[in-house]
């Protein structure tokens, strides 16, 4: 806060200084001392003082001046700063002069010249503090009035805020109660009026609410208890909910919920306790039906849950069945198909045969080989579904695979007028530890569709080494499509993980680095809609392009799938119409040297026993007559003397008496026999 101002006014600047120094004296920093030689003067530092927002406390002006007479200076100052004291300093001012100085500005006091010192000090101070005293008055009496306004404006508000309390509270639809600390009714609102059947407050106290009111125990005769009703009990500073309450009135029976909440104040002690309180009949009512109909539920998903565990059985049943029917079927279907692979392998090489005949017999072998195959996937299928299918990763030599991958399909892309196209990058190991046979199923299936669906152009197989995952990168492709069922992100301990999981356990435990192989098969083939690109890889679905092609059994896709699954990877296509599809998948491997494959075994084939043997026996039993023909072709032309027996089950008795009549037991422990080959 800026100090008060003192100025001093006269046209004789010692006169002036004088009056600075003894006024310094007596007021020391309580006040600022400013001074003006004439009355312009004293004007225009006045008005810069009030521009600054100092306070003028005090003016001290000579009369005689050359431009402006004291007395009118005087006025015209009180008329800009009407609190300012003033004081004249003169010796020939006239009467009437002090009249107008005292009439019109406020005179505090005349000082005759030449002024006596003491008295002008004292004359000084007491002006002084007479201004502070009226400006403390001055601000106390501001005081007030701001908050008397402020306080009037409070109760205002405050009114304003009962009245609507008071409207809010008549307007709710919950009844609405206050009560005395003694028990005695203070407020109802008119929904509590409404519900409790009373017009006015009555005078009843709390422990009598029960009787007046009836106020009963829900679906009984008893009025509630008094020591247990929620008000009395809030009263005691309990805050209480309940919902087993009712009123009774004319006849009418209303389920009522109260809520009571003790009211506190600053010390602690309960003022007021409050109750809300409302109809809940519907409610009851519908709990009621509820209940009814959880019961009826309840029986409902007993008989459900017993009929579901009898479906259960009989799928488990037919599950057997069906798990007993395929190994039947593989029996079956095999036994037949072996004979027919056996008979044309011996048949085709035979000089007796046409060149017509012989390629006959190709046809033959062929198409047996691919009924194989087709057996072949759907008992994987079965087993895949049966989660018997397991991981066996070995070392193995991966050029080697894919040289022979190569040559497998060179000469049917030929036919086709294709280009197969193996690329490999530079720092892919040669020797890696995976499952090579299902690696190999799966590289077949894709090149075979990839083939299959290619009219011109080429087929590419690309391998790439990533020194980790490529997943996202994988997925996140906008033309990419895999397994719409379920998403890579929402993968919970699939078998991927475990294979995984196993790669990371077994490269922790040994000295086998481990890293990602990123296989992919493109061509230029028919493509796949986009609208068909999420059921490709469900069993038995085949593409609009696959129905026009209708080889195969639609499993080659969804094996692949299961496979590279197992083999801790994922698998995904992108696909345009006309321009081709792309196949990628990725799977974990390890890197090991060469000295750790298995020795490679020599492809020999058998011509016959080396010359000098004595003669080897051999006695085949089966309950196949194609069988047993099958054997005694393969092994007589070899040298062996080869006897047959068609034996049933439950007849290793005869079979043993048959083998001593051949001298079975003899051939057999001739150990030193030996078979030619080369």
């Known amino acids: 806060m800026k100090k008060p101002v003192i100025v001093c006014i006269d046209d004789e600047p010692d006169v002036l200084n004088s009056l600075k120094i003894e006024l310094k004296k007596v007021i020391g920093d309580q006040c600022i001392i400013e001074t003006a030689e004439g009355g312009a003067d004293a004007l225009e530092l006045l008005a810069d003082l009030q521009a600054d927002e100092y306070e003028i406390a005090l003016v001290l002006s000579d009369y005689i001046m050359p431009d402006i007479k004291g007395d009118e200076l005087l006025r015209r100052i ?263 692979l056996g008979f044309a392998q011996i048949m085709e090489p035979s000089p007796d045969l046409s060149v017509e005949n012989r390629e006959n017999m190709r046809i033959i072998r062929r198409s047996g080989e691919h ?130 999981d196993r790669w990371r356990d077994e490269a922790e435990d040994s000295t086998v680095p481990a890293f990602f192989l990123l296989f992919e098969i493109e061509d230029t083939g028919v493509g796949i809609a986009p609208e068909e690109l999420g059921n490709i890889f469900k069993a038995f679905v085949q593409t609009a392009s696959g129905k026009k092609n209708p080889k195969g059994t639609g499993l080659g896709l969804k094996i692949s799938r299961q496979f590279v699954r197992l083999m801790g990877g994922e698998i995904v296509v992108e696909s345009e119409l006309e321009l081709g599809t792309t196949f990628k998948f990725e799977i974990p491997v390890g890197a090991v040297y060469a000295a750790e494959l298995p020795d490679p075994q020599l492809n020999r084939e058998v011509s016959g026993l080396e010359p000098n043997q004595p003669c080897y026996r051999i006695l085949i039993v089966d309950d196949r007559e194609d069988n047993r023909q099958l054997l005694v072709k393969m092994l007589s032309p070899l040298g062996f003397g080869v006897e047959t027996s068609h034996q049933r089950p439950g007849s290793n008795r005869n079979v043993g008496k048959l083998a001593s009549a051949f001298n079975f037991d003899g051939c057999a422990n001739a150990s030193d026999g030996r078979l030619r080959s080369y």
Request: charged residues 25%; negative net charge; proline residues 4%.
């Open 78 to 340: 009180h008329e800009n700063s009407p609190e300012t004291l003033t004081i004249m300093l003169t010796g020939q001012a006239d009467l009437e002069a002090l009249s107008n100085a005292i009439k019109y500005a406020k005179l505090y006091r005349y000082i005759p010249k030449p002024w006596q010192n003491e008295d002008l000090k004292l004359t000084v101070v007491e002006a002084v503090h007479s201004y502070l005293q009226d400006q403390k008055l001055t601000d106390e009496i501001h005081k007030r009035q701001e908050v008397n306004e402020e306080l009037k404006l409070v109760n205002e508000a405050l009114s304003a805020s009962e009245s609507r309390l008071s409207q809010f509270l008549e307007a709710l639809p919950v009844g609405v109660s206050v009560y005395h600390p003694d028990g005695s009714i203070a407020y109802l609102n008119q929904a509590a009026r409404d519900l409790l059947g009373a017009d006015t407050i009555p005078e009843s106290t709390a422990e009598q609410l029960g009787a007046t009111y009836q106020l009963y125990v829900a679906n009984t005769d008893e009025l509630y208890p008094p020591d247990n009703l929620p008000i009395l009990r809030s009263l005691k500073g309990e805050s209480v909910k309940v919902d087993d309450l009712e009123i009774r009135q004319d006849g009418k029976r209303i389920a009522i919920e109260i809520n009571t909440t003790p009211i506190f104040d600053a010390s602690g002690n309960i003022v007021y306790a409050i109750a809300a309180f409302q109809d809940i009949s519907d409610r009851k009512q519908a709990e009621k039906i509820l209940a009814d109909y959880q019961h009826t539920l309840e029986a409902q998903i007993e008989e459900r849950t017993e009929q579901l565990q009898q479906a259960a059985l009989a799928a488990e049943a037919a599950n057997k069945a069906k798990s007993t029917f395929l190994a039947n079927m593989s029996h079956e279907l095999r036994t037949p198909l072996n004979s027919i």
């Open 371 to 500: 009924l194989l195959t087709l057996i072949n996937e759907v008992l994987d299928l079965s087993k895949i579904e049966a989660g018997r299918m397991t991981l066996n990763p070995k070392n193995f030599d991966l050029y080697r695979l894919l040289d022979d991958l190569q040559d497998m399909f060179q000469l049917r892309v030929e036919n086709q007028d294709l280009q197969l196209r193996f690329q490999r990058d530079a720092d892919v190991p040669q020797y890696v530890r995976a499952d090579d046979i299902k690696l190999r199923q799966v590289l077949i299936n894709l090149l075979s569709n990839a083939i299959k669906f290619t009219q011109t152009g080429e087929i590419i197989l690309r391998v790439i080494k990533l020194e980790k995952s490529g997943y996202l990168d994988l997925l996140d492709s906008p033309t990419a499509c895999f397994d719409t069922t379920r998403s890579i992100r929402d993968f919970s301990r699939t078998s991927s993980d475990f294979a995984r």
